[in-house]
């Protein structure tokens, strides 16, 4: 079956710190991945997505990266983070949008 | 610019009765529906779907109507049970099968007892 992991479940980081969030997919080949961002009275807000090892779109600008070293792997970074950083990070993974999204269980990223 | 939009943030409703879910999206070329539901520090999960050439889908306790018109839809809940309390999120997808998922705000449902 399926999985889906994220790490860190929780962060504190203080402003301009680097950040790294981890995201790995189990039993899936060559998944579309996602990175989603929740954040207070925006929603579900998509940040970056994949469709293969390198392959990186981005949907909204910010100081947020993202990149893909292996097929089942998903890595959200900052150089320096901001505090309207903070927020609830969400990693996903497809096979494609209509079959639905598969999200991992979040990281809570708080910048201070 | 919110392409899908829930207007209600919140919504309460008695253990037993009907709870009605909304969602407006203005992009006509959205032809896919779906409705996740999330917990506080969890990740969202699938609830139910709707291609654009049904006007409802039923699974259980979970309706989805469309009104394609009006672009409009909503979940209904039948009976609402206290487990459903839940931040309950619509979404619509665009650009074929390699899209992207647009989501709403989300509204959030309390079920009381």
């Known amino acids: 079956s399926q999985t889906i992991h994220q790490w860190p479940a929780t962060l504190v980081q203080p402003v301009g710190s680097p950040l790294s969030l981890e995201c790995t997919v189990e039993?899936?080949?060559?998944?579309?991945l996602y990175w989603y961002r929740q954040a207070a009275g925006r929603g579900l807000q998509l940040l970056f997505y994949?469709?293969?090892?390198?392959?990186i779109s981005s949907e909204v600008p910010q100081n947020l990266s993202a990149s893909r070293p292996q097929d089942r792997q998903f890595i959200l970074s900052s150089k320096k983070l901001l505090l309207s950083d903070s927020g609830f990070y969400l990693c996903?993974?497809?096979?494609?949008?209509?079959?639905?999204?598969?999200f991992g269980s979040g990281t809570r990223l708080t910048v201070v | 610019d919110q392409q899908v939009k829930q207007n209600s943030p919140s919504l309460s409703v008695q253990e037993g009765r009907i709870s009605i879910l909304n969602c407006d999206y203005t992009n006509s070329m959205f032809d896919y529906f779906l409705w996740y539901k999330k917990y506080p520090a969890e990740g969202p999960t699938f609830l139910i779907s709707i291609s654009s050439i049904k006007d409802k889908n039923e699974d259980g306790r979970f309706t989805v109507f469309l009104n394609k018109s009006a672009k409009h839809l909503s979940l209904h809940i039948v009976p609402s049970q206290p487990g459903d309390s839940a931040v309950y999120f619509c979404?619509?997808?665009?650009?074929?099968?390699?899209?992207?998922?647009?989501f709403g705000k989300g509204t959030k449902l309390s079920v009381k007892p």
């Open positions: 994949s469709v293969g090892i390198g392959q």
């Open positions: 996903a993974w497809s096979v494609g949008p209509r079959e639905g999204y598969t």
């Open positions: 039993g899936t080949s060559n998944p579309n």
């Open positions: 979404a619509a997808l665009y650009g074929g099968s390699q899209g992207n998922l647009i």
